[in-house]
């Protein structure tokens, strides 16, 4: 079983619109959460942390479930310029894996006019 | 500000030939990462230093590849010989703070793309 788990979409979303979407983690020792956007053909890039107590950066929206073990990305009145897979990120922030991060495969979000 | 440089961009080689990566981390980050991806694995990390030292490269494929960090400004990857299936972008990345919860970003270069013929 993979350590961060998500569905890979295609999420078709027409612009304007909500869309939102999960993933999931094993490790219930793990310590922090990120939503990373990756551009085709492009490097991963962060879009924001999630915090214990959910929260949002403009259209961004991340919510953290520990009990169950999931994050969630919502995004509000979807831009064109949102297509691009979402990369969910987990740290274990334990003393033998400081540092190391377990990506997951992402989510592709495809935003149509 | 210079984020994370690696060369070369692009990489056609033959199987069997020596391929070496290179990457600067971000001045100032004590953390840096080699990734490989993939359409069918994903990001994969290969192997992880700190200070200069690697801290773990359970990622590490096979003994046909090796990773070096002589100082704080320059690591390697190198792949010899290489194989079709190490067709791949490689990614380094670093970080400054790394395991300190929500603070550890990891910068991403923009990576080399490898095609292994």
């Known amino acids: 079983r993979k350590e961060v788990e998500q569905d890979p979409g295609p999420f078709n979303v027409p612009e304007g619109a909500t869309v939102a979407f999960n993933c999931t983690y094993s490790?219930?020792?793990?310590?922090?959460f990120f939503w990373y956007r990756q551009d085709c053909r492009k490097e991963p890039k962060l879009l924001m942390s999630v915090y214990s107590s959910g929260n949002e950066d403009g259209r961004f929206t991340a919510q953290l479930n520990r009990a169950s073990q999931y994050i969630s990305l919502l995004i509000r009145d979807s831009k064109l310029s949102d297509s691009a897979t979402y990369l969910c990120v987990v740290g274990m922030g334990a003393t033998d894996s400081w540092g190391k991060l377990q990506f997951g495969a992402g989510t592709q979000v495809v935003v149509t006019p | 500000d210079a984020g994370v440089i690696q060369s070369p961009r692009h990489e056609v080689t033959e199987m069997g030939q020596e391929v070496t990566l290179r990457c600067k981390p971000i001045s100032g980050h004590d953390y840096l990462f080699w990734y490989r991806q993939t359409m069918m694995r994903g990001l994969e990390l290969l192997i992880y230093f700190n200070n200069n030292v690697p801290i773990d490269d359970s990622g590490m494929p096979e003994d046909r590849f090796s990773a070096k960090m002589p100082n704080a400004s320059f690591s390697t990857l190198k792949i010899q010989p290489s194989e079709p299936r190490d067709s791949a972008v490689y990614f380094c990345a670093s970080s400054l703070v790394a395991g300190a919860f929500s603070t550890d970003t990891q910068y991403f270069g923009p990576g080399t793309r490898l095609t292994v013929l």
């Open positions: 490790n219930s020792a793990s310590q922090s």
